[in-house]
């Protein structure tokens, strides 16, 4: 969203309850917010960009939770383990520990141990890259005798495991499978939608919901690694990391002889182009049914609320 609405181009927040959106809390701590924005700052706010996440999908439906928290599925628990406990993400955290321990300890007054929980270098690694692309002050990290720039790439080389290797990092690659079988059947299903549109004649006709001419789906930066799983399993396109404001299109095209392809591109790359019929083809095995996931997860849904038609799984409707 930030890229269709950059800096200094939006409405400015003036209304105090939305303003609120901007830091953490529910009521205004004491002190006021002022307080706040000193220590803090308020950058979002005055640059006019604002993240507000929007989930389209309910809290009540365990087949959905994989965009609240993939750890309802209970299995992703010894999958995480597993992942982690593998040799590329084990490496790295011995040999972070091993030339940071007592870094961070001066830092952070906490014993260097801290630093073989994963989720505690996650929170840490996270903060860090968030702190260096909204330019907070990182005098405390400088003093200590961090070099700023060798610690991003050690942040982002952390980033990259976490994505590849520790969320999609399963033996059978269901947390990526599972994440496409709930996104991509829309896609298949909008450009089919498309195609018989122009046959029957209607190939102005880009009104209502089934017909978009640009759908825009955001996602965490995980979601869009498991895409890249799972392209890389259906067409064997190669696997790339996936740093801020990364991007997978979908573009549907029809040549003069009115055979459809799909361009596939990530970021500035076009990963391959391929047949629509063989797109939904081979995309349309790497899905998993509602009953698949929910036997893998142990969900129990609720029939009346699934709709598992031709392409389209999940989904409230």
Known sequence: MQGFYPAGTGALINNEKTMKLAHPFIDPPKGGWEKVDKKLGRKTTQNR???TPI???????????????????????????????????????TKFKEEYGDIMTK???????VLDNYWYLFGMFDSFISDIYDGRDMK???????????????????AQNDILNQFNGDKEEFFARWSMSVLWPEVIQWM??????????????????????FAFFSTHDVTVGSGLIVLNRA?????YYTPFASDIFFELHRNKNGEYKVHVKYQSLTLGVVPFAEFKEKLEKQFMTLEEISEKCGFHP?????HTGQTHYGGKH
């Not at 830092?107 to 141990?113: I, Q, V």
């Not at 005798?145 to 942040?155: M, S, V, Y």
């Open 192 to 213: 089919e939608n498309r195609i018989a549109a122009d046959k029957a004649g209607e190939e102005d006709n880009y009104s209502q919901y089934k017909l978009p001419k």
């Open 140 to 158: 405390k990290a400088i003093e200590n005798g961090i070099d700023l720039q060798k610690f991003n790439r050690t942040a982002f080389e952390f």
């Open 55 to 93: 989930h389209l999908w309910t809290r009540d439906s365990p087949f959905n939770q994989i965009f609240f928290n993939p750890y309802y599925c209970k299995p992703m628990y010894g999958m995480h383990k597993e992942n982690v406990a593998g040799p590329i993400i084990s490496n790295f955290m």
């Open 49 to 51: 960009v604002e993240v």
């Open 235 to 239: 067409f064997g396109f190669k696997k």
């Open 107 to 113: 830092m952070t007054g906490k014993p260097k141990e």
């Open 302 to 306: 609720d029939p009346i609320f699934f």
